[in-house]
Structures are given as structure tokens and as C-alpha cells.
């Protein structure tokens, strides 16, 4: 598949079904998201980090690859700025996340390794799950390009997953195991549907690690790994439950989080990638 075929099959994904309402202001997105009220607290607590990492205020912030702005903590990142300028391919999210913040956005159809806007632009960024939807050799340009975008002084906070961290490869393992056992039951039973599709995973995702990263990086920008939040949905649907002391169990992580942020933010699922200018 080429880079356009890769960067055409997402767009079409989003703009098909990820951001179709499943209901009342619940997108097919959120299915990768743990919406239970046990995880609640926790969740918005992660959310919220990102508010530490980029300017409160200024006159543009860029959300890249925005998507509908389908959180109500996303909402935060730019109350002190006086325009959210919203890019994404998917012309679906920008006309939702027009619906919810109107005037206060501009909307752009736009690649995030190719962003069409003047150096310096913006004061603050954000950009949330996307950048692991390029193919690869677009991730280091992408990430060159927010930076150039960034004026002086300028922060801005990306999140992402790595490739099996691991915290993921060792909580994950009961998964694993039962994701092969329903492998082999389905073989035995002759269906012969491919995996892929039987699991209904979605789009393109293409992850690294943060050695990788920091390699690519740090030659042309000052870079900084934090934690965002170090379990993935998965994780947090298998162990976490309310009957069984799951939001102690979520309040217990997250202190630990922001007691050793560099170390979760490497181990854990997902960092708060933190580029400076
Ligand atoms: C997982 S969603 C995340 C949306 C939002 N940031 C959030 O956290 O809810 C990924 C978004 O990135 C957009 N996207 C994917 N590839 C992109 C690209 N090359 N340039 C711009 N946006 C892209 C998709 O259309 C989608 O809206």
C-alpha cells in the first residue's frame, strides 16, 4: 500500500465510521476509550495533564488532528487562547468539532506531516492519538513540522501509543492467552475468516518506542518524555472493577504516575511527549 493509499484508508475510516455517532453524542471512537464511571476519575485526571504542558494562553493554539474535540477536557486546552485552530483529513471531524466550538475554531482540511501553516504560528499545540495513524517514514517529518509551526517559548504536548511497552506486555499477557485460545477454538471450528477482520480493528496504526523516538528527536528539538496515562483501555477493563477496589486501585496508580512520570511515561502505554522551541 502506498502513503497515499495508507492516509486515504483513514480518512475514510473517520469519516465513515469513527466519528458516526453509535449514540446521543457517543462516537464509534469511543469504543477505545473506558467510559465506565470506575475509571472516571482517573481518566479525566489524565486528561487534564495536558493542561500543565502547553501555555494557558495565546492567540492560536493548534489541535492536530482534532478529531470532533469529542472529550469535554479537550475544551480546556484552549479556553485561554483566542482561536482553536482544529486540523484533520477527516472533513466529518471538522464539522463536528465546528458544532461544538463554533466561532471559537478555525477548521482545516489538512495532513499533519504536512501542515500549511507559516512558521511560528502558533503559541501552543496539542496532538492527541494521531500521529501513530501516518505511515512511518511520515512520523519524524510530522513531528518536525509541529515544531516548526511552534513560535519561541511555545510548548506542545503529543500522545500516543507505544509499540508493546512494558507495563502492556506484562498486564496484558491474561489478554493475550485468551485472544489465542479464541484463535484456536475458531480454527478448530474450520472458520476461516482472517483475523483482522474477525477482530474488527479498525484502521492503519503504526507504533515505536520511546528510545526510537528520542533518537529521532533530539537532534532537532528539545524533547521531553512524561506520562499521560500507563494503561491502556484493555488493561483497565480487565483489572480495574468497582466491586474490587478499582478506583482506589486507579487513585494508587495515578499517584504513582506523577511521582515518576519519566519512568511510566517510558514503560507505561501512553506518553505525554512534550516539544519545546
Ligand atoms: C484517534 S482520532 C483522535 C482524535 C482526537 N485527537 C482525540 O483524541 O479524540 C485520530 C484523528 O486523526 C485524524 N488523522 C489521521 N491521520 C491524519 C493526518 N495524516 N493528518 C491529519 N489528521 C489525521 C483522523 O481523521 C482522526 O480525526
Not at 486501585?249 to 511527549?273: A, D, H, M, S, T
Request: a positive charge.
Amino acid at each position: 500500500m502506498t502513503d497515499n493509499d495508507i492516509k486515504q484508508q483513514v480518512r475514510e475510516f473517520y469519516d465513515q465510521v469513527g466519528w458516526s455517532q453509535v449514540a446521543e453524542g457517543v462516537y464509534q471512537n469511543a469504543r477505545y476509550e473506558d467510559l465506565r464511571p470506575v475509571a472516571r476519575e482517573y481518566i479525566h485526571k489524565c486528561h487534564l495533564r495536558i493542561l500543565r504542558h502547553i501555555p494557558a494562553s495565546g492567540r492560536y493554539l493548534l489541535d492536530a488532528g482534532s478529531g470532533p474535540i469529542q472529550y469535554p477536557e479537550y475544551l480546556e486546552y484552549s479556553k485561554g487562547y483566542q482561536k482553536r485552530v482544529c486540523a484533520d483529513i477527516s472533513i466529518t471531524a471538522l464539522k463536528e468539532a465546528r458544532g461544538r466550538i463554533g466561532e471559537h475554531g478555525l477548521f482545516v482540511v489538512a495532513d499533519i506531516a504536512r501542515l500549511p501553516f507559516k512558521d511560528a504560528a502558533f503559541d501552543g499545540l496539542v496532538t492527541l492519538h494521531t500521529i501513530h495513524h501516518l505511515p512511518p517514514e511520515d512520523h519524524v517529518p510530522a513531528y518536525r513540522g509541529l515544531h516548526r509551526v511552534l513560535a519561541a517559548g511555545g510548548r506542545g504536548a503529543v500522545v500516543n501509543g507505544w509499540d508493546q511497552p512494558l507495563m502492556g506486555r506484562l498486564l496484558e499477557a491474561p489478554i493475550r492467552l485468551r485472544k489465542w485460545l479464541r484463535r484456536k477454538k475458531r480454527e478448530q471450528e474450520g472458520e476461516d475468516l482472517p483475523r483482522k477482520l474477525a477482530e474488527n480493528t479498525g484502521t492503519h496504526v503504526e507504533k515505536y518506542n520511546a528510545g526510537w523516538l528520542l533518537r529521532q528527536l533530539r537532534p532537532h528539538m528539545k524533547v521531553r518524555i512524561l506520562v499521560w496515562r500507563s494503561v491502556s483501555v484493555a488493561v483497565l477493563r480487565l483489572y480495574v472493577q468497582s466491586a474490587l477496589g478499582g478506583r482506589l486501585l486507579l487513585k494508587i496508580l495515578f499517584w504513582l504516575e506523577e511521582r515518576l512520570p519519566g519512568f511510566f511515561g517510558r514503560v507505561g502505554q501512553y506518553p505525554l511527549v512534550v516539544i519545546e522551541k
